[in-house]
C-alpha cells in the first residue's frame, strides 16, 4: 500500500470501519486530502463492505463535499441577498480577476486558490462577506479583497510554502 492511502487507512481504523459512519469519515479524508479523490473513494467503500456508488452518492450529494482538488487557501465569497444587494458580485469579478480565474474554473492553476461562490455564509449584518481560511472578513470591498489575497500572498513568499 502507498503512502497516499495511510491517512484515509488511519481514518478507518478510527472509525472501526463502521459504514454507518460514512459521512464523517468522508469529511475526515477531506480534511486529509483537501477534497474526496475516487481512488480513494474506491478504498472506501472496499474496505467498508459497501458499494462504490452509495460511496460517490452521498459525496455528490452533499455541497459541502469536494470531488475535485481545492487549493491550499479556501476563499468562499457569499453572494446570498443581503450581500448581493451590497455589491458581492464585483467582490467576486474582482477576485476572479485577481487569481486569473477563466470561466468555469474555481481553482488556480498553482493549486493555491479555491474560490467558492456560496448562497449564505450566516453573517448577514456584515454584507458583504468573504472568509478566507475560515477567517470572516465582514463589509468587504473589492480593494480589500484583492488586499487579503495579497496578505496570503505573501505570507507564502515569506514561509516558503
Do not use: W
Request: proline share 4%; with cysteine.
Amino acid at each position: 500500500m502507498t503512502d497516499r492511502f495511510k491517512p484515509a487507512v488511519q481514518i478507518l481504523k478510527d472509525f472501526g470501519h463502521d459504514s454507518a459512519k460514512l459521512i464523517p469519515i468522508l469529511q475526515k479524508v477531506q480534511d486529509a486530502y483537501r477534497y474526496l479523490p475516487e481512488d480513494i473513494m474506491r478504498f472506501i467503500a472496499n474496505e467498508l463492505e459497501i458499494s462504490p456508488a452509495k460511496v460517490f452518492g452521498v459525496a455528490t450529494f452533499f455541497a459541502h463535499f469536494a470531488i475535485t482538488p481545492k487549493g491550499k487557501h479556501i476563499i468562499k465569497v457569499c453572494n446570498g441577498t443581503a450581500c448581493h444587494v451590497k455589491g458581492s458580485s464585483f467582490v467576486i469579478n474582482t477576485v476572479k480577476d485577481k487569481l486569473k480565474l477563466k470561466d468555469g474554473q474555481d481553482t488556480t492553476e498553482d493549486m493555491m486558490f479555491t474560490l467558492e461562490c456560496v448562497s449564505c455564509l450566516g453573517a448577514c449584518g456584515l454584507a458583504p462577506v468573504m472568509v478566507v481560511d475560515d477567517v470572516v472578513h465582514g463589509q468587504i470591498t473589492p480593494a480589500k479583497a484583492v488586499e487579503l489575497i495579497d496578505q496570503v500572498i505573501k505570507a507564502e513568499a515569506e514561509h516558503g510554502n
